[in-house]
């Protein structure tokens, strides 16, 4: 009685199994070929030992359209503009490109098959040499969206388009940031930054100003209106902030405060007094004469302003 049962019970299960319908991914070990290319790609997809990676933006996808199957990992909107895998040489990778492996490595898995594709090959080249510096094996470039023309297409509305706000505009600031780094200004207009002249207000007329500067002079206000008074030239102690509620007033703690003089010394004693108290992104930008952007406003002449736009019309 029992292996009757026994039996009944397996014929139930095997029906069971012959009568359900699955949408798992498919588990079966298909063999390595040498390449991987768009007219044989459905051969992996949804295999799930199988990784297809799509590098385009995702704009891109939901305008010129996706291949079911391939999940998307930008290149430029996110590999390049989360600082994990940048280019320093165009094109051309040398191994000094990988600043985040262990975020790259999170992203492709090195226990899979991994097939890249991207608009035209190029960046799907350039990961799959990237990768394979990594000591990853099975990696595969299979070109262009355009070259596919099998079944598991989705074509996009041709229209979308979106652009990603520069790094520059929403990311962490640099460890450093200097007057005569090119890349000073692209921290400009920012609302969570804090661009401070502490030069006298003569020397401002005078000599000229960054235009996204606010001008609070060292020596004639900080120090006059016994704020942050010297005591041993310019070497910094608790002791030369007198007034600390006024400080603080003028310098924003939730902000990154970038510090500007003639020379750097007087940034340089400004910030040791904000991280005296607790201030954490506080920058000596150094000295005005370093700067070589095209910010700079001097005395009598014309800001450097939008041309096409008639109201900044100064001569």
Known sequence: MKNALRAMSLVVLVFGLIACETNDPVSETVELPETVSMSDVDEYLFNEEWQLVDLRNFDDQMADGWIRGFEIIPFFDYLEYTD???????????????????????????????????????????????????????????????????????FGD?????????PET??????????????????????????????NFTDKMSVGWHEESTVIP?????EASEILVRNDGWNFNPDTILDE????????????????????????FV?????????DNVYNAGGLS??????????GECPNLDDDDPSNDCE
């Not at 509620?245 to 750097?264: N, P, Q, T, W």
């Not at 370093?290 to 005395?299: E, F, K, M, Q, S």
């Open 84 to 154: 994990i895998l940048v280019r320093t040489n165009q094109w051309t990778y040398n191994g000094n490109q990988i600043l985040n492996e262990s975020a790259l490595r999170a992203l492709f898995d090195e226990d899979k098959s991994i097939v890249l594709m991207c608009a035209g090959g190029t960046r799907a080249g350039f990961v799959k040499e990237a990768l394979e510096d990594l000591g990853y094996e099975n990696v595969y470039n299979a070109g262009a969206l355009s070259a596919y023309d099998g079944d598991h297409r989705v």
């Open 158 to 166: 041709g229209e979308y388009a979106f652009d990603m706000p520069a």
């Open 170 to 199: 929403t990311g962490d600031l640099p460890e450093t940031l200097a007057l005569a780094d090119e890349s000073f200004d692209f921290y400009v207009g920012r609302t969570d930054v804090q661009f401070v002249d502490l030069r």
């Open 218 to 222: 060292f020596f004639d206000f900080l």
């Open 245 to 268: 509620e006024m400080l603080r007033s003028l310098f924003d703690e939730e902000k990154h405060i970038v510090l500007i003089c003639a020379g750097g010394t007087r940034a340089a």
């Open 271 to 279: 910030q040791s007094a904000l991280e005296e108290l607790g201030y």
């Open 290 to 299: 370093d700067y070589t952007g095209d910010r700079l406003i001097v005395p």
